[in-house]
């Protein structure tokens, strides 16, 4: 729920809970002083009826009141002198004074007055009290009631306009590009806004330095040793060919192949230093998958062929807008682990097929395979299954599954691993926006 909304829901809700205690409290008082104003009429219309001028009689005179909203009687020495038709037949005695009882079949106040011989009953129905408590109430608190709709309204837009640089900041940041560390440069006046903007602008500067330290760090370092390994290559190739002792030239194999595995280390390096999303999308256009996929088998076959393997290439062509570099060595990549991983006589089965969410491209082997947690653990930079001691003999650096991922994140793709019906594994890459040849 976002801040704006929660906070018109507090506001609200305490305002509704303040006028349920105002209507709750106003109904005790309208009751409190609704009664001290009743019992004073009671008390006057006791002082007018207990004067009048009522001669002692046979008959006693009967009023007709069939609203019942004022019952009296008038006596003189215990003899009814004239009264409520609903009463005249009922003999009540009650003390002097104000009492609450039943009377003539519904709750009544009461109220008894004595002058000399003459003694005058008075009884209201106590729900003439509870109407007019409740009229005196609701008249005051419906305006308040109505008003609610329309505060909210107020309170809605207020509570926006109060919030409006939380989402100016928030659209802001929302439009930064993943590599855009330049300060928030805007004015505010908000108190609680300026600490935000301060922390954020020395967050962007902190994680600018690390950005760029991490970014240029790898691939100057891989810069540099390029020449000295390209020197070391040389000078073990050289050495090779002189030596006739085959200790000796074991030794120097072994450098050797040393030095090709820190070569392939440092391209692996430089080429994850160059798949930056940001460098990459500026220069799209339109390249077929089928066609850089032929392209990278061909390039990779005598491994396929040294290793006896099968490999084939299923499905239809589909256009992606991209680069045919990062394109070139993200299949490069999965094919290359695919061929290493296969044992001799394996089986690798390149697809590409539609699906509900694009079109994706899936490469399966005949390999070990690997277990869930080595799947999450496969695209940290330098992992690899299984470590040197991998059963598969091969030789990695463990940065071809990083520099995937990153090539994925350049595309919006997704990538999945499972359990290859060849016994290996099955890695399948989905593309989005994307068309069929």
């Given at each position: 729920m976002s801040i704006r909304k929660r906070l018109t829901l507090i506001l609200l809700s305490m305002m509704v809970l303040t006028c349920f205690l105002a209507l709750v409290k106003g109904y005790q008082k309208s009751m409190y002083h609704g009664e001290s104003l009743l019992d004073d009429e009671l008390k006057i219309v006791a002082g007018v009826l207990i004067e009048q001028p009522l001669a002692l009689s046979t008959d006693a005179v009967q009023v007709s009141n069939n609203s019942a909203q004022l019952l009296y009687q008038i006596w003189q020495n215990n003899n009814l002198l004239s009264g409520s038709s609903s009463l005249t037949n009922n003999q009540i005695s009650f003390s002097e004074g104000f009492q609450t009882a039943n009377v003539a079949g519904q709750r009544m106040r009461v109220f008894v007055m004595s002058k000399n011989t003459r003694k005058v009953i008075v009884a209201e129905p106590m729900a003439k009290r509870f109407e007019l408590a409740e009229a005196v109430i609701l008249s005051a608190m419906l305006p308040m009631l109505w008003a609610v709709p329309l505060l909210a309204i107020f309170i809605s837009f207020f509570v926006k306009?109060?919030?409006?640089?939380?989402?100016?900041?928030?659209?802001?940041?929302?439009?930064?590009?993943?590599?855009?560390?330049?300060?928030?440069?805007?004015?505010?006046?908000?108190?609680?806004?300026?600490?935000?903007?301060?922390?954020?602008?020395?967050?962007?500067?902190?994680?600018?330095?690390?950005?760029?330290?991490?970014?240029?760090?790898?691939?100057?370092?891989?810069?540099?040793?390029?020449?000295?390994?390209?020197?070391?290559?040389?000078?073990?190739?050289?050495?090779?060919?002189?030596?006739?002792?085959?200790?000796?030239?074991?030794?120097?194999?072994?450098?050797?192949?040393?030095?090709?595995r820190l070569s392939n280390i440092v391209e692996q390096m430089l080429i994850l230093g160059r798949t930056q999303p940001e460098q990459w999308q500026r220069q799209f256009s339109e390249q077929s998958l089928l066609t850089i996929t032929q392209q990278v088998v061909s390039e990779q076959y005598d491994k396929i062929d040294e290793k006896n393997q099968t490999i084939s290439l299923e499905g239809d062509d589909f256009i992606i807008n991209g680069d045919e570099f990062t394109l070139t060595t993200l299949i490069a990549n999965l094919l290359s682990n695919a061929i290493k991983y296969t044992p001799n006589n394996g089986q690798i089965i390149i697809k590409l097929a539609s699906s509900n969410n694009g079109f994706s491209w899936q490469i399966d082997d005949s390999g070990a395979g690997m277990t869930e947690e080595q799947k999450e653990r496969?695209?940290?930079?330098?992992?690899?299954?299984?470590?040197?001691?991998?059963?598969?003999?091969?030789?990695?650096?463990?940065?071809?599954?990083?520099?995937?991922?990153?090539?994925?994140?350049?595309?919006?793709?997704?990538?999945?691993?499972?359990?290859?019906?060849?016994?290996?594994?099955?890695?399948?890459?989905?593309?989005?926006?994307?068309?069929?040849d």
């Open positions: 306009y109060a919030l409006a640089p939380l989402t100016r900041l928030s659209k802001q940041l929302a439009s930064r590009q993943a590599n855009d560390f330049t300060p928030i440069n805007w004015q505010v006046t908000d108190e609680e806004i300026k600490p935000v903007i301060n922390r954020l602008n020395d967050l962007f500067k902190r994680v600018e330095t690390a950005y760029l330290r991490e970014r240029f760090f790898a691939s100057d370092a891989a810069h540099e040793l390029r020449t000295p390994l390209s020197s070391l290559k040389i000078n073990v190739h050289n050495l090779a060919n002189k030596q006739s002792n085959l200790q000796d030239h074991q030794e120097l194999q072994a450098m050797s192949q040393g030095i090709n496969i695209f940290n930079r330098f992992y690899r299954v299984g470590g040197d001691q991998h059963p598969s003999g091969e030789q990695g650096a463990g940065l071809g599954m990083a520099i995937v991922q990153h090539i994925i994140a350049i595309y919006g793709a997704t990538i999945h691993l499972a359990n290859s019906p060849l016994g290996g594994l099955t890695v399948k890459v989905t593309f989005t926006g994307v068309k069929s």
